[in-house]
């Protein structure tokens, strides 16, 4: 193949335009993906309005039906986190082991993770009939007592403990599968700004975050993050359960801090926790936001 020579002029010209394309590139870094900017907010786009229409639909279907077990320490919190990744933060404040395993149909392959159900037992004399409140952290597994309902909890042994009348909780918890009534309910975590807690495997060009305590719907549809200096977002991953990731696509590392854009379980609302991850990050570590859904 022929070899071209350009001339001393044409390469002086082309240094030129190549400086030029540098300095405008770093008078305006580019974008992280193509897309018009979006507004930085922190707080819920979704109007009171629309919000209570949400949990009027719910409590206009009244309780439904199914059933529930339980697993783990009579007086435990069933197990450290299971599927969802919460890990021991389910014995901890704020859920104080008041959580249950979801069957399939309630964990949703782990997009039921964060969601908050009232139930209350009705099959046993032991049933005090007062409803205690579980958020769904791990996954009851297809078969057995898991899929004998449409929908089933497999509660820890606090909160299962906890639907008895006084003093007759071990009664309770020796019933086998109970037939209870349920409802979904808000997530009210009392001010608690949203958690994140970078995964242990974590490196500069490899995120997974663990997402906790969100407020209202409780569970997460899908995941957006937005590095620093950047403009648009882009989309995560759901790696497991409650946990979200994403890996650097110009093999050069994610750049902090990390802001996110949460979507609610049902699609109809987005918070963003601006910065909520800051630089000098390191992966097994948490941070908490300053931002929630106000329930």
Not at 152 to 176: C, K, Q, V
Not at 243 to 255: D, E, F, H, K
Request: a positive charge; charged letters at 15%.
């Amino acid at each position: 193949m022929a070899t071209r020579h350009l001339s001393a002029s044409s390469r002086f010209a082309i240094v030129v335009a190549v400086a030029s394309v540098v300095l405008s590139l770093l008078a305006n870094p580019i974008s992280c993906d193509d897309g018009a900017p979006e507004a930085m907010i922190g707080h819920s786009q979704q109007n009171d309005t629309s919000r209570r229409s949400l949990w009027a639909s719910a409590r206009g279907y009244g309780w439904s039906y199914g059933g529930a077990t339980w697993y783990g320490s009579p007086y435990g919190a069933g197990s450290d986190g299971g599927a969802c990744g919460y890990q021991d933060a389910v014995s901890q404040r704020p859920f104080r082991s008041m959580i249950a395993a979801g069957g399939p149909s309630l964990f949703n392959n782990g997009k039921g993770c964060g969601a908050c159900y009232q139930i209350k037992c009705t099959g046993n004399r032991a049933c005090s009939r007062r409803p205690v409140t579980v958020t769904i952290t791990d996954s009851c597994p297809g078969g057995g007592a898991c899929t004998a309902e449409s929908a089933h909890f497999d509660m820890s042994g606090t909160a299962f403990g906890a639907m008895a009348n006084r003093g007759m909780a071990d009664r309770l918890r020796s019933a086998g599968i109970l037939k209870i009534q349920y409802k979904r309910v808000p997530c009210n975590y009392n001010g608690l700004g949203i958690n994140f807690k970078v995964d242990a495997g974590s490196n500069p060009y490899y995120l997974a975050v663990l997402i906790m305590y969100m407020s209202g719907e409780g569970n997460i549809a899908a995941v957006d993050i937005m590095e620093d200096g950047c403009n648009s977002w882009t989309p995560m991953q759901q790696s497991w359960g409650a946990v979200w990731r994403v890996n650097s696509n110009n093999g050069q590392p994610l750049r902090a801090p990390f802001s996110f854009r949460i979507t609610s379980g049902s699609g109809k609302k987005k918070l963003v926790a601006k910065n909520a991850i800051p630089a000098g990050w390191g992966a097994g570590g948490t941070y908490n936001s300053r931002v929630n859904y106000g329930y």
